[in-house]
Structure formats: C-alpha cells, structure tokens
C-alpha cells in the first residue's frame, strides 16, 4: 500500500483479503483464541510468535484497521485504544515512569491537559507546559534531565494554534527525545507529522476518522524512527529486560520498527485493558474508508462560515488557520496547504453574554461536547469542556470567555451561514 496516494490507503488500506476471503474486515466477535497445543499458546506469551490470544490484549478486526491509519500515517506499527484519552495516557506511560518528566504545549484539548496536569501529576509524572508559540530558547529551558518526551496537537483543540512540528521535534530531538503528536484535528488525510520529524502520533479517531458520531476511539501510531537503543539510559523500558517477558528486550527483539507499539500492547493493554470493541473498529473503518473525501467539504463549509464571520459586525475575533490572515496562517500554509480541519473559533463584541444568546439560537449546529463530525455541532468551552480552569489558566489554553468552537460538518455552507445569520440577530 506504501506506494498509493492517501485516498486508496483510505479506501483499500491494512486488510487484503485472500481468495474467497470477505471482502470488508470481518467484525471477530470472539473474547478468545483456539490453539492446538499448550505450547503454540505459550509461544504467543513469551512474544515468541505473533497471533491473538484474548481480545483485552489484541484483536484482528482492530488490528486491520490500526494498519489502515498505520499506512495513512506513513508509520511501521499501530494499535488501537478505547479513546483519544487512552492513546495520549498509553503514548506517554509507555516511556515516562513516575519522577519523569514531559514538556507540553499549552494548547491542548482540555481531556489532554487534565490527564496530563492533574491524573498523571499524582502518578508522579510532572509536566512542563510552553506556548506552542515559544522562542527555540524557551522550549529549550523547558527541558531537563528526566525529560522522557515531548508532546503537541496539530491542530490544537479548541484554540486552532497550529504546532510547528519541525522546531518541536529539533527540540525534542536535541534533547534525546521522541515528540509526540496528536493528529486528530489535522487528520494524515491533511497533515502526516512524520514528514516532519514527528516520531509518534495519536488520535482520538472519535473525530474526524469514525466522523459519524458513532464510536469513541482512539490510534497510536509509532514512525519507528526514534533510535530507542542510541538513547539506552532514558528508555529502560524499552532498552533493558522485561521480566514479565521472561527478559525480551523490545527494542532488540522488536527492532526500533516495533518496540514502542508491542511494548505499548503487551504491557499497557494487558495492564490497562483500554481496548476498542471490534464493533467499534469495524465502524471506524467504514468512516475511515470515505475520510479523503469528507475533509475537503469539512474545510470547503469552515472557510465559507469563517470568511462570513469575519466580516460580521458582532464577531470580535475569528480563529481559523485556514483563513487569510489568520495568526497560524502561514504555519498552516506549510504543514498542510491542503486544508485544516473544519472547526471554527470567534468571539463576540458583547462578550460571554452575547455568546450565550448566540449558542440559545441557533437551529441546524447542535450543542454538543463534539467535534468534527458529520453533523455541524457546537460548543461553548468556557462554560463545558473547559470549566474546571481558572481565567489565567483559559487564557494559556487560548480560550476567553466568549469563545465560541464552532465545528463545520458536511450540510450545505449556505445553509450554515444562514443558521449562523439568524441566530447573530438575536445577539
Ligand atoms: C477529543 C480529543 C481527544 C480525546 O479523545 P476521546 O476519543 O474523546 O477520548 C484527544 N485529543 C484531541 C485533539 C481531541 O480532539
């Protein structure tokens, strides 16, 4: 599949069926595995062959889905989680142990940084976040010696900062350690961060991949780039023996191509147990099979209604990277010339209130914790998402008050713009 274009991947990608084999993923509702012998079973648990043997661990119908995004991506090796939540806690547990330490960029999905600032703060895990807008020498001095990784979002959710990728990953890089991206947002149909020295991506696939509303689910994709044995020190984890292993090394065994993501499924899904249900998966990758060309028309509708906002009296500010003169214009430009994604940020000139009036009003787009979906839907963050942070806190995740996250799905633009009309006369 490496040598098709990203629409093919999308459509035919990570499941090749034999002769007279189904010919869509066939959904392994099964819980177990059948073997033969006791040692063909005990071969699977030290590693030593690759097959399934319970579904906490590794499923085949999420496996051909997990190569599918692994292709699109352009990585060696996937696996699926239960959630977006699940792939950023496993992509980072995997490698940063209690009294390790992470830099972040502020500008990250509200779940993102409450795993990170508050849950995996209390397992010891301490987090530096910095502006993804920061001088080189800042995100430098961010660093220090148990820095096991650094992370950001393409497209940061709900703030739409978009993440420099190289100066992130010459950071990281620098310092001896992997950067780690979340691609939800951007999605590889629009941005593959491992062209750009990214080493590990996540998704939450609940948005724009599913892009049906219907599955909550979650990708980690590794770009088996990081040469984990020229850092042997920083990353035990993966440089020395697993004695739950009888002793594998994963890096040796696995290579650098599969060490992160079998160590990510052997221990942390056994431990853990976040696995997507094959239903799921199957779903997902119906929504993944049409995801090339649903982009276009979800960028097509947010640059109509983020032009219209623009222009609009009542609206104080618009956010949208793919919009002329936006802040992130250009870094946009350069990491996905193609198109962003289709959610839309703006403020109103009177203020949290005149937002609250706006969101009562509308008709078509929906309020709803969701985003990029099918369906236009909307959301207030100060008053959802992001209501557990303080004002100087919403200010560092680029929120104010007034903020409005407006996420474009597939109608009709005209349409949009007239329930987006409507709704500003009542303000
Ligand atoms: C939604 C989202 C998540 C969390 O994903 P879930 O599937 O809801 O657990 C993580 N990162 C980004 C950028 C998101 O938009």
Known sequence: MSEHQIGTKCVQGGYVPGNGEPRQIPIIQSTTFKYAT?????????????????????????????????????GTAAMLTSSGQAANFYAIFNIANCGDHVVASSTIYGGTYNLFHVTMRKMGIDFTFVSPDCAPEELDAAFR????????????????????IEKFAKAAHAHGVPLIV?????????????????????????????????????CIVDSGNFDWMA???????????????????????FGQAGAFITKCTAQ???????????????LLNLGLESLHVR?????????????????????????????????????????MPQGTCGVVSFGFKGGRTAAETFMKHLKLAAI????????????????????????????????????????CGLEDAADLIADIQQALEQV
């Open 38 to 74: 006791s040692e063909d079973m005990g071969k699977l648990f030290d590693l030593e062959a690759s097959g399934y043997f319970y579904t906490r661990l590794q499923n085949p119908t999420n496996d051909h889905v997990a190569a599918k995004i692994c292709a699109l991506e352009g």
């Open 145 to 164: 010696p148990n820095t096991k990784a650094v992370f950001g979002e393409t497209i940061a959710n709900p703030a739409l900062t978009v993440l420099d």
């Open 182 to 218: 979340d691609n939800t947002f951007a999605t590889p149909v629009n941005c593959r961060p491992f062209q750009w020295g990214c080493d590990i991506v996540t998704h939450s696939t609940t948005k724009y991949m599913d892009g049906h509303g219907a599955g909550v689910g979650g």
């Open 231 to 253: 850092h042997a020190d920083q990353f035990p984890g993966l440089t020395t023996p697993d004695d739950s292993y009888h002793g594998i090394t994963y890096a040796e065994k």
């Open 268 to 282: 942390l899904m056994r431990d853990f147990g976040s696995i997507q249900s094959p239903q799921n998966a199957f």
């Open 295 to 335: 982009m276009p028309r979800h960028c097509e509708n947010a640059l109509a209604v983020a032009r219209y906002l623009k222009a609009h009296p009542k609206i104080g500010f618009v956010t949208y990277p793919g919009l002329e003169g936006d802040k992130y214009h250009d870094l946009a430009q350069k990491y």
């Open 368 to 407: 709803e914790t969701h985003v990029a979906d099918a369906r236009t839907c909307t959301l207030h963050p100060a008053s959802a998402t992001h209501r557990q942070m303080n004002d100087q806190e919403l200010e560092s995740a680029g929120i104010t008050p007034d903020l409005v996250r407006f996420s």
